[in-house]
């Protein structure tokens, strides 16, 4: 497995994310040696539409300069919705794919993407309901376990966790593209 020892890795959410496709990344991330911090639009705990819940280490908004050496966004229909309403969550996304640097996202956390405008040429996967958002947003959607494209991995449903997170892992350990 790649080793992750020094990286830094930003995970955006917010209320309503799925549960396995925040925990299950998190985890690959910290048993492969990376530090994952936890933003969230108001810095504040933060629950899955399960239960589970997740205490956020800053706000998107105090967030907006940080630098991070990979980007996970899990799905969650409510938390991928409200995240994209979220102006420094989108500036964040942007300059992080905009630098050529590996990001992740499940589902429909790929909803952000469409806001951050940097899905033009761009192949990736999601939750199928996202499948015209993406193609609008300039995107070629494939339907695929895990798709990579130039350190931008994406899967569709907590079904296909696993090999999302050895491609995330894999891609971080990478670095920039």
């Known amino acids: 497995m790649a080793k992750l020892d020094g990286k830094r890795i930003g995970v955006l959410a917010t209320n309503g994310f799925e549960d396995s496709e925040f925990s299950s990344p998190v985890e690959a991330v910290r048993q492969a040696g990376g530090t994952v911090t936890v933003l969230s639009p108001g810095g504040e705990k933060i629950e899955g539409k399960n239960g589970s819940t997740a205490e956020a280490d800053a706000s998107t908004e105090s967030s907006r300069d940080a630098e991070f050496d990979g980007i996970i966004l899990p799905g969650g ?18 300059k992080h794919v905009e630098a050529g640097k590996p990001l992740a996202v499940i589902c429909h ?7 951050a405008d940097v899905l033009r040429g761009r192949t990736l996967t999601s939750y199928p309901s996202l499948k015209t958002d993406l193609q609008n947003a300039g995107a070629t959607w494939v339907d695929e376990e895990v798709h990579v494209d130039n350190g931008l991995v994406s899967s569709r449903t907590p079904a296909d966790l696993e090999a999302f997170n050895a491609k995330l892992v894999e891609e971080f350990a990478e670095g920039q593209h």
């Open 77 to 94: 229909t409510g938390n991928a919705d409200q995240l994209r309403m979220d102006e420094a969550a989108v500036e964040i996304v942007k």
């Open 109 to 115: 956390g790929a909803w952000i993407l469409t806001d």
